[in-house]
């Protein structure tokens, strides 16, 4: 794993119809809007924030986050839509000894279905297989999430099993999770 291609600088990726950049205090409302929205965070173990100035803060932590090479969140952004952030993906739990990494995403209710999460995993688990040369990406995801699966199937992951209240999430207690994994071979072979 080449850690340093994820935080020696901030990382833009981006595809035909998507921008992949820092997400920044510029960005608040947008955060705010995708934040404020309970249904956004229904399948996810991310608490809803309600209040601006907290989630102002979160912008902090993001920063915080990557400076501590722990985790980077990239805003998701519209080329369409004149650089409108409608999401956040994020990849965290960077594990070199077996040169692993998790990744999320979460979108705006105003752009579900639209084909967006699909383009974004697509950019991130390109960059992570070729350019950070991890070995391993992996999702958790909670059994009733049916478009994320899709996402991820879409991309190549496999479903590897059901681990029964394994984790506790924020928000919603002990809960099942789905783990889906690609390894750098199965991405190799669907080129």
């Given at each position: 794993m080449?850690?340093?291609?994820v935080?020696?600088?901030?990382?833009?990726?981006?595809?035909?119809?998507?921008?992949?950049?820092?997400?920044?205090?510029?960005?608040?409302?947008?955060?705010?809007?995708?934040?404020?929205?309970?249904k956004v965070?229904?399948?996810?173990?991310?608490?809803p924030?309600?209040?601006?100035?907290t989630?102002q803060k979160m912008?902090?932590?993001?920063?915080?986050?990557?400076?501590?090479?722990s985790?980077?969140?990239?805003?998701?952004?519209e080329?369409?839509?004149?650089?409108?952030?409608?999401?956040?993906?994020?990849?965290?739990?960077?594990?070199?000894?077996?040169n692993?990494?998790?990744?999320?995403?979460?979108?705006?209710?105003?752009?579900?279905?639209?084909?967006?999460?699909?383009?974004?995993?697509?950019?991130?688990v390109?960059?992570?297989l070729?350019?950070?040369?991890v070995?391993?990406?992996?999702?958790?995801?909670?059994p009733?999430?049916?478009?994320?699966k899709?996402?991820?199937l879409?991309?190549?992951?496999?479903?590897?099993?059901?681990?029964?209240?394994a984790t506790?999430?924020?928000?919603?207690?002990v809960?099942d999770?789905?783990?889906?994994?690609?390894?750098k071979d199965?991405?190799?072979?669907?080129?």
């Open positions: 080449i850690i340093e291609k935080f020696n600088e901030f990382p833009i990726l981006d595809s035909t119809n998507l921008e992949l950049k820092k997400i920044e205090d510029i960005h608040i409302q947008e955060i705010f809007a995708i934040y404020d929205n309970d965070f229904e399948y996810c173990g991310i608490i924030k309600h209040n601006l100035q989630v912008i902090g932590h993001f920063e915080r986050d990557y400076m501590k090479k985790r980077i969140k990239w805003g998701i952004f080329k369409s839509q004149r650089e409108k952030l409608v999401g956040i993906i994020e990849a965290m739990d960077f594990n070199q000894k077996v692993m990494v998790t990744i999320g995403y979460y979108l705006a209710e105003t752009s579900w279905g639209k084909g967006i999460a699909t383009e974004a995993l697509q950019i991130v390109k960059f992570l070729e350019e950070v040369d070995h391993r990406i992996q999702a958790e995801v909670m009733l999430n049916e478009p994320s899709k996402v991820l879409k991309n190549g992951f496999i479903k590897e099993g059901l681990l029964r209240q506790v999430w924020s928000g919603k207690g809960v999770l789905e783990i889906y994994g690609l390894l199965d991405y190799s072979k669907n080129d």
